[in-house]
Structures are given as C-alpha cells and as structure tokens.
C-alpha cells in the first residue's frame, strides 16, 4: 500500500494535526509520503521530514497553495492520486474542506472522521453525534479518508530524515480567490491540542464572565472552549466552540463550567480521560459523564477553584 | 438569480439515537424526524437573499425516499418557491446525493447552491463539496455570513482559528454554519398555501444514477461507556482528587 497524507500548516509551521494522521497512516500499514502543499513553505517540509518512518515529503510550493483554497488544493491532490492507494488528511476545517472535492473528482466515496483503523479497508467511525460507533468497509479501490485526530496518539515529530521533493504542478483554478483572515491570537494553547481544557456554558451568562474562566485557564496551562449554546447566545466566537459540529476535544482534564450536557456538546469532549463538571443544577445531564461533579453556583466557584490551584 | 436549497431528511436533533442490541444499525423505530437544522440555515439564508430582492426564485430539492415530501412541504412554508423530490428508497451515500444533485443543477441552472455543511446523522459533511468538484465550481464552506455582488458572492468562513473570506465567482456552492442567521418558524398561513405549491418528483432510476452504495456498513455499535463518577463536596475535595486521584494537576 502507498499513503499519502496531506499536512496541516500555516506555510511557516507544521500542525499537530498531521501527527495524529500520520499515526492513522501508520496504523493501516505501507509506504507513507506527507504532501505540503503551500507558499514559501521550505520549514514545514523540513519539519515533515523529521517525522521518522516516511518515505518521501512532496513540495508543492506555489502562490495558488498558500491560502489552502479548496478548489486548487483539490486539482493538485487528484493529479497526484494515480500513485497511491490511501490519502489522508486530518479532519480539521482544511482537510474538512479539500477531501470531498479529491473524493468526488475520483469517484470515491470518503471515509469522514475515522476514529480507529481495523484494517486497510475497514474503519471505525461516529455517526449521530457519537452516539454510535459505524465500522465500515470502502469497496472503492482508492480510500479517501479524514482522520479524527483524538482518535489517534500523534507520532513522534524528529529522528526521521526523509527526502524532501518538489512537485511542479500548478493548479489554479481561477474560480476562487482569499480575500482576508482573522485569525483570534492567543497565548494559550490550540484547543485540539490541550492536555487541559476548561468551557464554559450558558451558565456564565455573558461574555464577560468568561474572564472568570482566565486564571485558572493560566494556573493549569489550559485552553479555554464553550458549549455551543455559549456561542449561540455570542458570549464568545464560534471557533471556541467544543462539540458535535465544532471541535472535538479529548484531553486529559476537561473541566465543564456552566454547561448543561446536551448530546451535542457531549460528542466533543466525552473521550477527555478526566471530566469535572461544575453546575448549580443537579440533575444536569453532564453530571453522568463526569469523574468529578461539583453542584455549587459557578460564580462561587470560579474564584475559589483558582485560588486553591 | 435563482437558488438552489438541497436538504435532508434527519431524526430530529434532539433524539438521541442508540445503536440496535444487534448492533445491525441505529435504532431508528419511531424516532420522530424533521429537516437537518443546517438545512434549514441553508433555507433561511436563501429566502433572506429573495426577500432583500436579490434572488427571484429558491428551489427546495431533496433526495430520498417519499416521506421527505414532508421537509419539502416545511421548505415551501418558510419561503420556497417550489419543490424537487429526487426519489429513491436506497439509503445514498453523499457521493450519491451529489450526483443526484447534479442531475437537478443542469436541469434548473441555478446561481447559487445553498447547503447545511453537514447532516447530523452521518456527520460526513461531504456533499456540498463534492457537488462542486463534479461541476468544478468554488465553494465556500462553513458560512458565516454571504455577500452577493456583481456576479460573485463573497463568503466568511469559520475556521478553526477564527474567520477566513473569500471570493467566488457565480456560480458558487454554499455550505452554512451554525451563525449564518437564525432560521424563522413558518406561519400557520404560510403552511396553508405551501401545500398549493408545486412540488414535482424525479425518479432517481430514470434519471440513470449510479447511487448504488460504496461502503458496507458491518455493524454499528454503542461508544465506550464512562464508568460512573463522584459527586464532591467542596472545591477542597475536588483539588484534592485531582491531585491524588486521577493526577492529572499538581
């Protein structure tokens, strides 16, 4: 078998993301090469091909790859696709965004979100808000697949030395062009990629109080999420959002603030390996899937929580 | 201009679905079902675009079975103007739905497609993408907000870092995000003269669709239970369990 994975970056740096694809990769067994497709990307292939165990790094690095536009990121992955027989890519919005488009141009059915490998072409993934795990097996000859990448432990990232190659193709479909990004800054950690995530719900009542959530966020090197009734309500912006249709988080403490439990919210965070929830409701349905539940008035909480951390 | 508005058939978001002890599938059995709440942004978003007068006419299509005749009819109630029903009793894979799709865009020509990003069944989020790769138009995925102008509709989608936009030339597929607006409950009145509007229905096999499925589902089974946890007292304890417990802070 031959992979390949389509890397996660921002032209500068490689992204976790890739890690846990090439960890999926591995898990279906062959020949791997990680393609970085971008503009002035020489670090991210660099960094690519530290990543132990991989073939061959392909380079396309082109004007039309650097804002990773679906429509020129697809053109260049089916133009590659005669020489393998998987292509991977994390489920993150970019490879959410390109995949179906290199699926549909080949005439395969993709594979969303796999969440375990059981063999080359069996998968598991879940459906209905994870409330159901499907295992299923692609009769296409090509596999186009996203990975969950909590599903999958990241490799490690240096020791390899791969041969990095440049690819000349030039797809620019003339359809589509950037226009601008806000990307919010923080100095804390990526959501996806936090040993320790704390949200907050409707209970915090407004966006303000979020800022309750800050010191402790600071104290435990945490990133900080919501439910999606949070961002509902526009306490806080969508890409905070934990949950079924926003990220899927799996870290090893996810402390929920004010958050009632929907199925919805659960689907992001019920595979963390230690869960607190905080509600002043006692029957709130997050108190079944939490290791830790305290019933107490967040507001009191909060301040004290910090303090004692 | 004129909009097409794919939608799906789900169970309604809030049923939480179990997998049948058999693990042969979902357990579907009187589930009570609606239209996948992406579509009806999709929907709204769509009868916004009439409303503010730049579309003249929003076509309502879906692909399955017949009881999706009633989301359709839900389509008409909120502002559509007339309804397709791609007919079909195989459960289709998106790869299927957007041929299907694919069928109706060369028939009706529309200038803007507007799609749920995902349905939340399948989760598979596939469709709207892949009907612009099979017509090698742009798309603008995961909307959060749309601006039509001058033969070209500029899209801000939510990313996982914050907000992208872009520029797509016409004709363009869109796939809608939760922000994107608030969809409006129908009227009585409005679905009293929903019922008078034209709804036609297409046979997905006179149509010559390959929508026969690629992948074999071999069973479908409950996620890893939680064991049961504790409740604490005091926030004393729970730093405390933390710490000697479950270590997991120091």
Redesign the interface.
């Given at each position: 078998m031959s992979i390949l994975v389509i890397s996660e970056h921002d032209n500068n740096e490689l992204k976790g993301a890739t890690l846990n694809t090439v960890a999926a990769a591995t898990a279906i067994g062959g020949e791997i090469d990680i393609l970085v497709a971008g503009s002035d990307c020489g670090n991210v292939a660099e960094a690519a091909s530290q990543i132990p165990g991989i073939n061959s790094v392909l380079v396309a690095d082109k004007e039309a790859y650097k804002?990773c536009?679906?429509?020129n990121i697809?053109n260049l992955v089916t133009e590659l696709a005669d020489n393998y027989t998987h292509i991977l890519a994390a489920a993150?919005?970019?490879g959410?965004?390109?995949?179906?488009?290199?699926?549909?141009?080949l005439?395969?059915?993709?594979?969303?979100?796999i969440s375990a490998v059981i063999s080359e072409d069996?998968f598991e993934r879940?459906?209905?808000?994870?409330?159901?795990?499907?295992?299923?097996?692609?009769?296409?000859s090509k596999k186009v697949i996203t990975v969950r990448t909590t599903g999958f432990d990241a490799c490690e990232s240096s020791g390899g030395s791969a041969s990095i190659n440049s690819v000349d193709n030039d797809n620019d479909?003339g359809?589509?062009?950037?226009?601008?990004?806000?990307?919010?800054e923080s100095d804390r950690p990526e959501l996806?990629a936090a040993d320790?995530v704390i949200s907050g719900g409707r209970g915090m009542q407004n966006g303000d109080n979020f800022s309750l959530l800050n010191g402790i966020a600071d104290k435990?090197g945490a990133a900080i999420g919501a439910s999606?009734a949070a961002?509902?309500s526009g306490f806080v912006?969508?890409?905070m959002?934990v949950g079924?249709?926003g990220?899927i988080v799996a870290p090893?403490?996810y402390i929920a603030v004010g958050i009632s439990g929907a199925?919805?919210h659960l689907a992001g965070m019920?595979d963390s390996?230690?869960?607190?929830a905080i509600n002043k409701d006692?029957e709130a349905p997050i108190?079944q899937?939490?290791?830790?539940?305290?019933?107490?008035d967040l507001f009191d909480?909060l301040p004290?929580?910090e303090a004692?951390? | 201009m004129k909009i097409l508005v794919p939608v799906k058939r789900v169970v309604d978001y809030n049923v939480k679905i179990r997998a049948k002890s058999d693990e042969s599938g979902p357990d579907l059995s009187n589930a009570k079902m609606a239209i996948n709440p992406f579509c009806e942004i999709a929907m709204e978003e769509a009868v916004r675009l009439k409303e503010a007068g730049k579309a003249e006419e929003v076509v309502a299509v879906s692909v399955g079975d017949s009881a999706s005749q009633e989301q359709l009819r839900t389509c008409l109630a909120l502002g559509a103007d007339r309804a397709i029903l791609v007919e079909t009793d195989q459960s289709v894979e998106p790869l299927g739905v957007a041929k299907a799709l694919k069928e109706v865009f060369s028939k009706e020509n529309p200038d803007l497609i507007i799609l749920g990003k995902q349905a939340i069944d399948g989760d598979s989020n596939q469709t709207g993408q892949m009907l612009a790769a099979m017509l090698d138009l742009a798309q603008g995925t995961f909307a959060s907000e749309v601006n039509v102008q001058d033969g070209k509709v500029e899209v801000t989608r939510e990313v996982d870092g914050g907000l992208q936009t872009v520029s797509l030339n016409l004709p363009a597929i869109i796939t809608t995000d939760l922000r994107l607006n608030e969809p409006r409950y129908a009227s009585l009145p409005n679905i009293m003269k929903a019922k008078k509007k034209p709804l036609e229905t297409l046979q997905a096999t006179e149509l010559g669709l390959d929508l026969a499925p690629r992948q074999n589902t071999i069973k479908v089974s409950p996620p890893p239970e939680r064991a049961a946890g504790i409740m604490v007292e005091s926030i004393d304890q729970l730093v405390d369990k933390l710490k000697n417990e479950a270590k997991v802070i120091t």
């Open positions: 804002n536009l679906a429509e697809g993150t919005t970019n959410k965004n390109f995949m179906p488009r290199i699926a549909a141009k005439d395969v059915s993709q594979i969303s979100d069996t879940p459906i209905y808000a994870g409330n159901c795990i499907a295992t299923v097996q692609s009769t296409d479909a359809i589509s062009s950037f226009i601008k990004e806000e990307i919010a996806t320790v435990l999606r961002v509902d912006p969508n890409d959002q079924q249709t990220k090893d403490l199925i919805q019920k390996k230690v869960i607190v006692e108190f899937v939490a290791d830790y539940g305290l019933a107490a909480a004290e929580l004692k951390l | -």
